[in-house]
């Protein structure tokens, strides 16, 4: 676990911006985790040290967190 601010990511998809986006939020912010709430189309994006988490594993938790 790193020491800076923890950056999360909602995404489906592997959208053109992402490598962009991926690499600035990496150059700029050296000491923080960067996670990845997406899908198997962007866990690829675990090379780079991004923390991927398949959105699937958090649809209970979600549809718990929507009724409030």
């Known amino acids: 676990m790193k020491t ?3 950056m999360i990511f ?5 959208s053109y911006y992402l490598p962009y986006t991926f690499n600035q ?3 700029s912010n050296p000491d923080s985790d ?3 709430i997406g ?4 866990k ?8 991927h988490v398949d959105m699937r594993t958090c ?4 549809k718990a967190f929507e009724k409030i």
């Not at 899908?39 to 962007?42: D, M, S």
């Not at 649809?59 to 979600?62: D, I, K, R």
């Open 4 to 6: 800076g601010i923890p």
């Open 10 to 14: 909602f995404h489906m998809g592997d």
């Open 25 to 27: 939020i990496l150059q």
């Open 34 to 36: 960067i996670y990845l």
């Open 39 to 42: 899908n198997e189309a962007n």
């Open 44 to 51: 690829h994006y675990e090379k780079l040290g991004i923390i």
């Open 59 to 62: 649809e209970e938790t979600a």
